[in-house]
């Protein structure tokens, strides 16, 4: 897995695995390989996700403080 997947591939990606799981037709041992692959998409989403809100609310923060876009 790439870190600087964008969330959009790494949702796409996750999907896929998600749908593939569910299908049924893995060996145990691929199931495992893509649980462990679809559990770190899932983190790495999250925290991008976490990032942006971080973002947004220091943005809204600093818009309430009566801050300058343009600055």
């Known amino acids: 897995m790439n870190k600087k997947m964008t969330?959009?591939?790494a949702m796409t990606k996750l999907g896929e695995i998600v749908?593939?799981?569910e299908n049924g037709n893995e060996s145990l041992d691929?199931?495992?390989k893509l649980f462990e692959e679809g559990s770190a998409l899932a983190a790495l989403c999250y925290g991008k996700l976490e990032g942006a809100e971080q973002k947004i609310r220091q943005i809204s923060e600093f818009e309430e403080?009566?801050?300058d876009k343009n600055a």
């Open 7 to 9: 969330f959009e591939d």
């Open 19 to 21: 749908d593939r799981l």
């Open 30 to 32: 691929s199931s495992l």
């Open 65 to 67: 403080a009566g801050g």
